[in-house]
């Protein structure tokens, strides 16, 4: 009776394309780092859906609106911007962004709404993550399959009252795309997956970090990183 549980999957080699199709397009980035328009086809192996439509024509107040979000999140930040719209661009290539964002701010800065946008673009490839994960192995364990082919995963939220700091190791481990184990719970076998993409962070505060070498310096205008060079953070102002 046991039999019907178990499926054997055959190994085939993952030839899939970088670029992401709509509801009427379907786009391949080039090598040149542009964007290629290709036929709808199995044979293009291009397996990320966006549901939108592109070629619909855009009102003008619509525009006006995201420009205007952009502008009022970032606070005039130019470069933090572009550092997050070339990963989101890199995660779409399906690439590993070797950079945690960490957006440091107090609230009404933005970072929701920045998240509440990434969701609209992305749709099921954009996810939530509980912090719980880089303080305990089996909080890892148990989200790690949920995360698997995400493009871009968001945390929120340092974890408050815990008296230890964080796992550094299964931390580097989720930013650098290196094989963390995953298994849901009640199941029996424990595997090994890449969590590929882009991570970032909404905190309020930094949260309580292991060692001494998580110095931040700045870098410019805004924008600072660790010494380590496994952390970019943004701090946000509130004008």
């Given at each position: 009776?046991l039999?019907k549980?178990?499926?054997?999957?055959?190994f085939?080699?993952?030839?899939?394309?970088p670029?992401?199709c709509?509801?009427?397009l379907?786009?391949?980035?080039?090598?040149?780092?542009?964007?290629?328009?290709?036929?709808?086809?199995?044979?293009?192996?291009?397996?990320?859906?966006?549901?939108?439509?592109?070629?619909?024509p855009?009102?003008?107040?619509?525009v006006?609106?995201?420009?205007q979000?952009?502008?009022?999140?970032?606070?005039?930040?130019?470069?933090?911007?572009?550092?997050?719209?070339?990963?989101?661009?890199?995660?779409?290539?399906?690439?590993?962004?070797?950079?945690?964002?960490?957006?440091?701010?107090?609230?009404?800065?933005?970072?929701?709404?920045?998240?509440?946008?990434?969701?609209?673009?992305?749709?099921?490839?954009?996810?939530?993550?509980?912090?719980?994960?880089y303080?305990?192995?089996?909080?890892m364990?148990?989200?790690?399959?949920?995360?698997?082919?995400?493009?871009?995963?968001?945390?929120?939220?340092?974890?408050?009252?815990?008296?230890?700091?964080?796992?550094?190791?299964?931390?580097?481990?989720?930013?650098?795309?290196?094989?963390?184990?995953?298994?849901?719970p009640?199941?029996?076998?424990t595997?090994?997956?890449?969590?590929?993409?882009?991570?970032?962070?909404?905190?309020?505060?930094?949260?309580?970090?292991?060692?001494?070498?998580?110095?931040?310096?700045?870098?410019?205008?805004?924008?600072e990183?660790?010494?380590d060079?496994?952390?970019?953070?943004?701090?946000?102002m509130?004008?």
């Open positions: 009776m039999i549980y178990y499926v054997e999957w055959c085939t080699e993952d030839v899939r394309r670029g992401f709509t509801v009427d379907c786009l391949a980035f080039s090598k040149d780092g542009g964007l290629d328009v290709v036929r709808k086809s199995p044979d293009q192996h291009i397996y990320v859906f966006l549901p939108h439509r592109i070629l619909d855009v009102p003008d107040g619509v006006q609106r995201v420009q979000f952009w502008a009022t999140t970032y606070w005039q930040n130019g470069p933090a911007l572009d550092c997050c719209l070339a990963s989101l661009t890199l995660a779409l290539q399906g690439e590993n962004v070797d950079r945690a964002f960490w957006g440091i701010g107090a609230g009404g800065v933005g970072q929701s709404l920045q998240t509440a946008h990434l969701e609209a673009i992305l749709g099921s490839f954009h996810s939530c993550l509980d912090m719980n994960i303080y305990s192995d089996d909080e364990r148990k989200q790690a399959a949920h995360l698997v082919g995400k493009l871009v995963v968001t945390g929120q939220e340092s974890v408050q009252g815990s008296a230890r700091g964080m796992r550094e190791d299964v931390y580097k481990k989720h930013i650098s795309a290196d094989k963390v184990p995953e298994r849901l009640y199941a029996i076998q595997a090994l997956v890449e969590l590929r993409g882009w991570k970032r962070f909404e905190l309020n505060s930094v949260p309580k970090l292991p060692g001494d070498h998580w110095n931040f310096v700045p870098v410019i205008m805004r924008v990183r660790n010494t060079g496994q952390v970019l953070c943004f701090r946000f509130t004008g």
